[in-house]
């Protein structure tokens, strides 16, 4: 792919900072006029909660190639598989980990190409068996509060699907698990406006076993299309996606490898990234309803504590931070607490980030700011703090509006919603 950057628009916003040391406004769908909104590639092919806008790595990638600059590109959050796509696109490795096994099902599904004709074959095959197979209750998964988000029919016609899916052939399982659990979401008795788990105020209507089946069928053909257009890209890079948490060290990525590190870590007191992927998890038998809460503790911004957590030592001196979170923990104990966790979290993550990081290697973190029990949280520049800290420079500060992020929801009076992300350029010298 031709970059349509030559460097010199990230050279001089740069130069900007440098000379000013304020953030800069910058809307990056507008910098990235060539990429029009809506449909791209493959990254529709699943929704997932707080997806990165694709403008924001496809500048830097093409910014930071021109110079000459590539290679292997990490996300550690890679939720959806948002900067793995647009790596092997723009002809990268890229490397992938998140702690959440759909998030790892959507990325290994999203970064590889099909064969139409086989992939064609297997979904006939899935279908004129869907139609014939039952199952009995006995076989259904362990789905979180189950009778309650799914109608029996609909949970008849999930079961037919799943039961063919688990006799297909290997080649194409991950497709169509993925597009199972698509299906799964918008069959459940559930406000789809929001990504977690709520009843709407209109009571859903009935759906019938046979509108499932041929839902899940329009979900794979349309799917399928999604694909194709990844398969057309010439010198097409190649994807790993590790089911890994971000603060550990990964065995298989060595010490200085990676040339950019391009992340959409999670926002502090706004995640509810395994609630909010809870039924696909049950309906996948990745997670049932006893599991959901050790893969929660793995998920940094986590707000359910356990006692290990709730302390503020170890918390990086940055800044004033801690004296914020004293101040914090005068009004809300558990706020201050999940803030602590945050930050060691994000400390532990940022270097595992440095580790596998080369010198010169580039670091791109786009985060939010919070208001915590009233009181403003920067937490975008404390974190740059501990990146400091940790090692990285910083070259660029930006901020631009966030149009939608659908887990930015204003909660309790003590979390607000984040109307600017950052986007912040760092090294690692
Ligand atoms: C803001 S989302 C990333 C969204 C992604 N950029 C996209 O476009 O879909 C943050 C992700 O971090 C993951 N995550 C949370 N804690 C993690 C950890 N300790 N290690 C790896 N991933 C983690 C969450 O599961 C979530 O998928």
Same mark, same amino acid.
């Given at each position: 792919?031709?970059?349509?950057?030559?460097?010199?628009?990230?050279?001089?916003?740069?130069?900007?900072?440098? $000379?000013?040391?304020?953030?800069?406004?910058?809307?990056?769908? @507008?910098?990235?006029?060539?990429?029009?909104?809506?449909?791209?590639?493959?990254?529709?092919?699943?929704?997932?909660?707080?997806?990165?806008?694709?403008?924001?790595?496809?500048?830097?990638?093409?910014?930071?190639?021109?110079?000459?600059?590539?290679?292997?590109?990490?996300?550690?959050?890679?939720?959806?598989?948002?900067?793995?796509?647009?790596?092997?696109?723009?002809?990268?490795?890229?490397?992938?980990?998140?702690?959440?096994?759909?998030?790892?099902?959507?990325?290994?599904?999203?970064?590889?190409?099909?064969?139409?004709?086989?992939?064609?074959?297997?979904?006939?095959?899935?279908?004129?068996?869907?139609?014939?197979?039952?199952?009995? $209750?006995?076989?259904?998964?362990?789905?979180?509060?189950? *009778?309650?988000?799914?109608?029996?029919?609909?949970?008849?016609?999930?079961?037919?699907?799943?039961?063919?899916?688990?006799?297909?052939?290997?080649?194409?399982?991950?497709?169509?698990?993925?597009?199972?659990?698509?299906?799964?979401?918008?069959?459940?008795?559930?406000?789809?406006?929001?990504?977690?788990?709520?009843?709407?105020?209109?009571?859903?209507?009935?759906?019938?076993?046979?509108?499932?089946?041929?839902?899940?069928?329009?979900?794979?053909?349309?799917?399928?299309?999604?694909?194709?257009?990844?398969?057309?890209?010439?010198?097409?890079?190649?994807?790993?996606?590790?089911?890994?948490?971000?603060?550990?060290?990964?065995?298989?990525?060595?010490?200085? %490898?990676?040339?950019? &590190?391009?992340? %959409?870590?999670?926002?502090?007191?706004?995640?509810?990234?395994?609630? %909010?992927?809870?039924?696909?998890?049950?309906?996948?038998?990745?997670?049932?309803?006893?599991?959901?809460?050790?893969?929660?503790?793995?998920?940094?911004?986590?707000?359910?504590?356990?006692?290990? *957590?709730?302390?503020?030592?170890?918390?990086?001196? &940055?800044?004033?931070?801690?004296?914020?979170?004293?101040?914090?923990?005068?009004?809300?104990?558990?706020?201050?607490?999940?803030?602590?966790?945050?930050?060691?979290?994000?400390?532990?993550?940022?270097?595992?980030?440095? $580790?596998?990081?080369?010198?010169?290697?580039?670091?791109?973190?786009?985060?939010? *700011?919070?208001?915590?029990?009233?009181?403003?949280?920067?937490?975008?520049?404390?974190?740059? $703090?501990?990146?400091?800290?940790?090692?990285?420079?910083?070259?660029?500060?930006?901020? *631009?509006?966030?149009?939608?992020?659908?887990?930015?929801?204003?909660? @309790?009076?003590?979390?607000?919603?984040?109307?600017?992300?950052?986007?912040?350029?760092?090294?690692?010298?």
């Amino acid at each position: 792919m031709n970059p349509n950057f030559d460097g010199s628009l990230l050279k001089d916003l740069e130069a900007r900072y440098m $000379r000013e040391k304020v953030p800069i406004n910058v809307s990056f769908r @507008n910098l990235v006029g060539h990429v029009k909104g809506g449909e791209r590639y493959a990254h529709y092919i699943h929704s997932y909660p707080a997806k990165l806008l694709p403008h924001i790595p496809i500048f830097f990638l093409e910014s930071l190639n021109a110079e000459g600059r590539g290679g292997i590109v990490l996300d550690p959050f890679c939720g959806s598989g948002t900067v793995g796509l647009e790596a092997i696109i723009h002809g990268r490795k890229a490397v992938l980990y998140d702690t959440n096994p759909l998030a790892c099902l959507i990325s290994k599904v999203k970064t590889k190409t099909i064969n139409e004709l086989g992939i064609q074959n297997d979904l006939e095959k899935i279908m004129s068996n869907a139609w014939q197979v039952k199952a009995s $209750r006995d076989e259904r998964p362990n789905v979180v509060n189950r *009778d309650y988000w799914f109608q029996e029919s609909v949970q008849n016609g999930l079961m037919s699907i799943r039961k063919s899916i688990s006799d297909a052939g290997e080649d194409n399982k991950d497709f169509f698990w993925m597009c199972f659990s698509s299906c799964c979401h918008k069959v459940s008795n559930t406000d789809k406006r929001l990504s977690v788990p709520v009843k709407p105020r209109v009571p859903p209507k009935a759906i019938p076993k046979k509108q499932v089946i041929e839902l899940f069928s329009e979900i794979c053909t349309q799917n399928i299309k999604r694909m194709l257009t990844v398969g057309e890209v010439q010198a097409l890079g190649e994807c790993h996606v590790y089911n890994q948490d971000s603060r550990r060290n990964n065995p298989d990525v060595l010490d200085g %490898s990676v040339d950019v &590190v391009i992340t %959409s870590p999670p926002y502090a007191g706004a995640q509810k990234y395994i609630r %909010s992927s809870s039924l696909s998890l049950g309906w996948l038998g990745m997670a049932g309803s006893g599991e959901l809460r050790p893969l929660e503790k793995k998920t940094v911004g986590r707000e359910h504590l356990i006692i290990s *957590d709730r302390t503020m030592d170890g918390v990086p001196e &940055v800044d004033g931070l801690i004296d914020n979170i004293n101040e914090i923990f005068k009004s809300n104990a558990e706020r201050a607490y999940i803030i602590s966790c945050y930050m060691k979290d994000m400390n532990e993550s940022l270097a595992e980030m440095f $580790r596998v990081l080369k010198r010169g290697g580039d670091l791109i973190l786009i985060m939010g *700011d919070n208001t915590v029990v009233g009181k403003p949280f920067s937490t975008a520049k404390y974190v740059v $703090r501990i990146a400091e800290k940790v090692g990285f420079v910083v070259r660029l500060f930006t901020s *631009d509006r966030i149009v939608s992020r659908s887990l930015m929801t204003k909660r @309790n009076g003590s979390v607000e919603a984040i109307a600017h992300e950052h986007v912040i350029w760092m090294k690692k010298i």
